[in-house]
């Protein structure tokens, strides 16, 4: 059995009225072989299927995706495949007291042009007001 929560992220400058981010996508759960998983779709053409293996009560879980793997991968349009291609994904989630979270995030680019790898990082703490 499979169980599923969808979710959207959508994030924008506090001095401006249009997001210049969205995200929608699920967190699954697989109990039988303790798999974590975050999908999800970036409306510019990325697409990712991340995932870990973790225990049901853990307090801290890692899920990781690379560009090419059939399981837990990253898909990317023509444009972005050749210009800005997604390569890798690590996302580490942190449970704190009751409805309290922190993520650290890690979304590796290769950028046309350039050599090395661009790590574009994000983390917050998230807590249910």
């Known amino acids: ?3 599923g929560l969808r979710y959207s992220t959508v994030a924008w400058p ?3 009225e249009q997001p210049f981010h969205e995200k929608v996508g699920y967190w699954l759960w697989d109990a039988a072989s303790k798999q974590v998983m975050r999908c999800f779709m970036v ?3 990325v697409m990712g299927n991340a995932g870990g293996t973790s225990e049901p ?5 890692h899920l990781a995706a690379d560009a090419g ?3 837990y991968g990253i898909l990317s349009n023509p ?5 800005a291609k997604t390569v890798r994904y690590e996302l580490s989630v942190t449970i704190h007291e009751t409805w309290k979270f922190s993520y650290k995030e890690d979304t590796q680019l290769q950028i046309a042009g350039r050599p090395e ?7 917050n703490t998230l807590t249910r007001g």
């Not at 009560?57 to 879980?61: L, P, S």
């Not at 444009?79 to 210009?83: F, G, M």
């Open 79 to 83: 444009y972005l495949d050749q210009a």
């Open 57 to 61: 009560d853990a307090k801290e879980f």
């Open 43 to 45: 409306p510019r053409g």
């Open 117 to 123: 790898v661009f790590h574009h990082t994000d983390q």
């Open 69 to 71: 793997s059939g399981v």
């Open 1 to 3: 059995m499979l169980y």
């Open 14 to 16: 506090l001095i401006q």
